[in-house]
């Protein structure tokens, strides 16, 4: 995977929590795709990708985050649970 570099100023005190730069630095690019996938701006394969990890990697990263997949709106929850139960009403006999 190619990368770029650039500086990036935190406090010093983050690695007396038991943190190595190394973590740091996963952290940080572990945020700056899960703020992108948040926003709308990638989808969960651009971010597994970005990361470097397998689509169901990002997804189990999601949970652990705390971030949902599925951000519905009132609205649009309403819907879906209106499509499901048509469609369980077409499948009984």
């Not at 190394?22 to 597994?48: C, H, P, Y």
């Not at 705390?66 to 499509?83: K, Q, V």
């Amino acid at each position: 995977m190619r990368e770029t570099s650039f500086e990036v100023h935190l406090p010093a005190n983050l690695l007396q929590l038991g943190l190595s730069k190394n973590d740091i630095q996963q952290r940080i690019s572990e945020w700056m795709v899960l703020s992108l996938f948040t926003e709308g701006r990638v989808s969960s394969g651009k971010a597994a990708r970005a990361l470097n990890i397998s689509r169901l990697d990002f997804l189990a990263l999601l949970k652990a985050r705390g971030i949902a997949y599925i951000n519905y709106s009132p609205e649009e929850l309403n819907e879906e649970i209106e499509a499901a139960s048509r469609i369980e009403t077409l499948k009984r006999p």
